[in-house]
């Protein structure tokens, strides 16, 4: 892929945790949240990518990028990578000395560890940085007074152009972030 010095857009079409499509402005990138189990013992997501020029459509039932599997009560699970990597969200997720449950770092598939923080700005709700402290990607909420838009939660993940081969990890991490923060993990 090119680049273009432009950022990945990603668009939250619910901004919610139970499903959703995280779609490039540009078409760029597709990536799919959906909910596979929901019980009183366990609630499972898959994310998938459904990139219309990776060949899929926003309905294949391709192999997962990642999957998630919470525990009763919305205990934090495990993080798989297919075919065989998994483990406790806790040991992928680790607080920072910050001593936050809001602040946790992560090494991803490229070696390379990775923090991300909540600010609660409506322009950087969560933001995800390097270990040099780069913004590498951020999610951010629906500015206050903007028209609501069918089909649009009008929230965003937006992930720096250099690192779309982490993109499904940032998102597995971010939605992880968003469900201790909702659950006070």
Wanted: charged share 15%.
């Amino acid at each position: 892929m090119g680049s273009y010095g432009l950022s990945y857009f990603l668009e939250d079409m619910t901004g919610k945790l139970t499903g959703s499509e995280f779609v490039d402005i540009y078409g760029r990138m597709r990536l799919t949240l959906r909910r596979t189990t929901f019980d009183t013992m366990r609630a499972a997501y898959m994310i998938f990518n459904t990139t219309s020029s990776a060949g899929y459509s926003p309905h294949s039932t391709t192999q997962p990028l990642v999957a998630l599997d919470f525990g009763p009560k919305n205990a934090l699970g495990t993080i798989s990578f297919p075919p065989n990597v998994s483990l406790p969200m806790q040991k992928y997720l680790i607080q920072t000395s910050s001593g936050s449950s809001k602040s946790r770092r992560f090494r991803a598939s490229d070696g390379q560890d990775y923090c991300w923080a909540y600010r609660g700005q409506m322009d950087q709700e969560w933001a995800c940085t390097n270990a040099n402290g780069y913004v590498v990607a951020y999610y951010s909420l629906k500015p206050h007074g903007e028209p609501e838009y069918a089909g649009s939660s009008g929230c965003s993940l937006t992930v720096e152009e250099p690192y779309p081969h982490i993109a499904p990890e940032l998102l597995a991490s971010l939605l992880i972030m968003r469900h201790i923060a909702a659950h006070n993990l």
